[in-house]
């Protein structure tokens, strides 16, 4: 099959795909174990994880993925290809296992719309694909509207945002590489929620520590659209030991939206941001990440009943448009963070409920787990626990959280040793769903 292109993305979304909706009501439908077909709509961190599940929990379904592309690169651990420390190529995985050891269909493709009356999906090339249960795991879309000045092209172009690793994360690596002495650098975090929260942070910190060695007078300015963030306090203590955080010289600054940090524009031409407290800044290398909604596909089929995110039945994430489409990772307004961690939990539990559901069985209850970690350098890393216990009620988004952040250690040891359990939690988190 040829490249999807970049036409064939505006031809779906951008006259707006017709959204098949007001097809609601509980499917009467009966399934034959070996009979039902389950379709995927992404093959990222929360399709490929539910695949795998699926088939572990069910030898006999039919499983079919449509992604459009031939492989999938990793967000988790990308800020380190900025400062050196990692490798697209190493984040880079293929569908190859999914498709011999697992017996998934993998089709290489983009979902455009859904029939849900019909339980037919349609995509650009491959014609209509029949389901008998939909799992839809898009990601996020990026919102663009919040910047004056700043677009998608502008992101594919010299100002990449690299919220998706790829092609712009080896972009932006090349501006912070080549930026001249002494020059400034502006990231510009976006307010809750979006993928990864402490990703921008993290991203900061393992730049500054480069730029400490290749450009040891340049400054690194973090203009935030919110006035706090996951993991603070270890950030700022790592930033005061290492980069003079809060004294005059400091390499890193931090300027929360309580003192105007927000940017609203984007002069593109003169690489100059205006925040909303009216401070024009003029910077050698930009990196907006932009504000994030659910997935175009969720969006343009309705799943998200006009909202931002899409709302779902918290027992088995299956959506409030139809009981047969369930909606996970990014793009599901569920009340934990967008990570890769939960989207994975998610697809687990989504398989279980419908591998019970097939056989006419009462899906069990949800349990899922957030197991985060990040770095501020190569020796110094952070971790994050989190459980979200179904409650059964159904006011609230139906789960009750508890959360459990590492303490400041002064011991370097105990530093290094969360460094080292943040390497490799990605070295075995990329195994489990695509190996
Ligand atoms: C810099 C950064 C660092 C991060 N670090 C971590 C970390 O350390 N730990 C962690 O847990 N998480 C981390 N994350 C977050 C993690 O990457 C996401 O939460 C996770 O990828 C969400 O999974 P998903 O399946 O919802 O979306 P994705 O993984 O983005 O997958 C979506 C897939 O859907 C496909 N798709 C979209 N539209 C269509 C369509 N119409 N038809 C067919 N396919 C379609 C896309 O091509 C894509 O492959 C990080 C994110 C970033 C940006």
């Not at 004294?247 to 925040?275: C, F, H, M, P, Y």
Request: aromatic share 10%; hydrophobic share 35%.
């Amino acid at each position: 099959m040829s490249q999807i292109t970049r036409r064939d993305l505006i031809k779906l979304f951008g006259a707006g795909a017709a959204a098949s909706t007001g097809l609601l009501g509980a499917s009467k439908q009966a399934y034959a174990k070996s009979s039902a077909h389950i379709v995927i709509v992404g093959g990222g961190i929360g399709g490929a994880a539910f695949a795998k599940y699926m088939r572990l929990a069910n030898a006999d379904v039919k499983i079919t993925m449509i992604e459009p592309n031939p492989q999938y690169t990793f967000c988790p651990g990308s800020n380190e290809i900025l400062s050196g420390h990692e490798t697209l190529e190493n984040l880079t995985v293929n569908y190859n296992t999914l498709k011999s050891r697992f017996n998934i269909d993998v089709v290489q493709d983009i979902a455009t719309e859904i029939n849900y009356e019909g339980h037919q999906i349609s995509t650009i090339r491959s014609g209509q694909i029949s389901y008998d249960k939909l799992v839809v795991s898009p990601g996020p879309d990026f919102d663009y509207q919040f910047v004056d000045g700043y677009d998608a092209e502008l992101a594919e172009g010299d100002f990449p945002h690299a919220w998706k690793a790829g092609p712009q994360t080896l972009k932006l690596k090349q501006q912070i590489d080549s930026m001249r002495q002494g020059g400034t650098m502006v990231i510009s975090a976006p307010s809750n929620p979006y993928r990864c929260p402490p990703a921008p942070y993290e991203r900061a910190s393992f730049i500054a520590n480069m730029l400490k060695q290749s450009n040891p007078t340049a400054k690194l300015l973090i203009l935030d659209s919110k006035t706090s963030y996951v993991f603070q306090n270890h950030f700022e203590h790592y930033w005061k030991q290492h980069h003079n955080f809060g004294q005059e010289n400091a390499r890193i600054e931090w300027v929360s939206a309580k003192k105007g940090g927000t940017v609203i524009k984007l002069d593109a031409a003169e690489k100059i941001v205006t925040t909303v407290g009216g401070e024009k800044i003029k910077a050698d290398v930009i990196n907006i990440i932009p504000e994030e909604k659910a997935g175009r596909f969720a969006i343009a089929n309705g799943l998200a009943l006009g909202k931002n995110w899409v709302p779902y039945e918290p027992k088995t994430f299956a959506s409030k448009v139809h009981p047969d489409v369930y909606v996970i990772g990014d793009t599901v307004d569920a009340p934990m963070p967008k990570t890769g961690y939960v989207a994975s939990n998610q697809a687990k539990v989504v398989a279980a409920a419908i591998n019970d559901l097939l056989a006419g069985k009462e899906p069990g209850t949800p349990f899922i787990t957030n197991n985060c970690v990040a770095m501020a350098g190569e020796d110094y890393g952070m971790t994050i626990t989190a459980t979200f216990r179904y409650t059964g009620e159904t006011k609230g988004k139906g789960f009750l959280t508890q959360v459990r952040t590492s303490k400041i250690s002064e011991n370097p040891s105990v530093n290094r040793i969360r460094a080292e359990v943040a390497k490799n939690w990605q070295r075995t988190f990329r195994k489990d769903m695509f190996s």
